[in-house]
């Protein structure tokens, strides 16, 4: 087995996974990303961030070494980096998706997104129906105010809660604009928080902004009709603003039967149909197909009901209204990346959360013999 075929394996042991295609196609993308060395120190990182020694040891090559080519591609989103002030880098192996592809936003050319986008497409959408790496949270101005509200379900509270917020391109319309498809809607939409916005700093991509532009371009997203996906956890490292023409995610929801079971939210459009004009701006509004106008108003199918809340902000009756879905209805939201780590290899069964306690265990033993 070559080095690309090994490293298409361990990507698709780690949460997300990195499903296999009958034509190989994730190899082929892999090949065009990963030189051969990267492919295989890319192998010897885990899920916990560790400094280079500890990786030289576990991949027996000299750590000064190791050290110069896990800089190197920590620079090229191949693998995550961290940096602080009270010690050496530390790296991490990251899933191709949300993770590699996202990475190369600053390297994407045609020819990359064109493989990228046949290897997706190429992807089952059941495989898709494990625990979603993101969520949909309402536009603040859909949400009733009478409704009880939890802090991470308001976009706006998520931005609120950041110390340092970066804007990046959205890749999925990058990926399709260089393909020469897609949408016009803006480009300038991913925000990435935290520790994400020093990694993509030290990438060069985007740029630094603060809370308030982070908010006007939550407006923005409105404005243009954009459904809001933070990642699936309480505390979130970035906002997309996402198009079902552009981005993969909400693209597989639609071609799903029910999107509502595929992506996380609290919520669900209900139309008051003597308030309703039958106007049909809802209806061009929705991303999912999910709303149509029969027998003279809106009418809403809540198996494809995402709960973006667009068709609240755009009806000139307000007709339509978020509510909250039944309590059997609504997904837990984990807590931080690791909760979700651990409860996306459950989903997957119980061989992927062996592989999670095998890299504690390893990473914990060669720290220990890195500094003998």
């Known amino acids: 087995m070559d080095v690309y075929e090994r490293l298409a394996q361990f990507l698709d042991r ?52 190791v050290a110069e080519q896990l800089d190197s591609m920590a620079r090229k989103g191949l693998i995550y980096s961290i940096h ?22 600053g390297r994407l050319d045609r020819e990359m997104a064109g493989e990228t986008l046949t290897y997706l497409d190429s992807v089952p959408t059941s495989f898709w129906e494990q625990m979603p790496q993101l969520r949909t949270v ?12 939890m802090i991470y379900e308001q976009a706006e509270n998520l931005i609120l809660a950041q110390e340092k917020i970066r804007v990046n391109p959205c890749i999925c319309r990058k990926q399709k604009r260089l393909l020469d498809e897609g949408c016009d809607k803006p480009l300038e939409t991913c925000l990435v928080f935290g520790n994400g916005a020093d990694y993509f700093e030290r990438l060069g ?29 309480q505390k979130a490292g970035f906002i997309c603003c996402c198009c079902s023409d552009c981005c993969g995610v909400l693209a597989i929801a639609k071609r799903h039967p029910r999107p509502a079971d595929l992506l996380v939210s609290p919520f669900r459009a209900v139309v008051d149909e003597a308030l309703c004009s039958a106007c049909g701006d809802c209806e061009f509004r929705c991303q999912m197909e999910a709303i149509g106008v029969d027998n003279g108003y809106a009418v809403i199918n809540h198996d494809r009901c995402i709960g973006c809340g667009l068709c609240v902000t755009t009806c000139p009756e307000e007709a339509v209204t978020l509510v909250r879905r039944p309590e ?8 931080n990346m690791a909760a979700l780590y651990i409860n996306t290899l459950r989903s997957r ?24």
């Open 14 to 65: 780690l949460p997300a996974g990195f499903p296999k295609t009958e034509e190989g196609r994730e190899v082929d993308l892999l090949r065009r990303i990963f030189s051969p060395a990267e492919a295989e120190l890319a192998q010897h990182l885990t899920l916990i961030a560790e400094p280079a020694r500890v990786i030289a040891r576990r991949a027996k090559r000299p750590p000064d070494e």
């Open 84 to 105: 602080s002030s009270n010690g050496p880098p530390k790296y991490m192996a990251t899933q191709f998706a949300v993770g590699v592809f996202e990475f190369q936003v």
């Open 138 to 149: 309402p536009v603040g101005e859909s949400i009733p105010v009478e409704s009880t509200v």
């Open 205 to 233: 991509v985007g740029r630094e902004i603060d809370q308030e532009e982070a908010l006007s371009i939550l407006a923005q997203a409105e404005e243009s009709g954009l459904v809001l996906q933070p990642s699936n956890t």
């Open 328 to 335: 059997s209805e609504q997904a837990s939201v984990p807590r």
């Open 349 to 372: 069964g119980q061989n992927s959360t062996g592989d999670l306690v095998r890299w504690v265990v390893r990473s914990k033993v060669d720290r220990l013999l890195s500094q003998i």
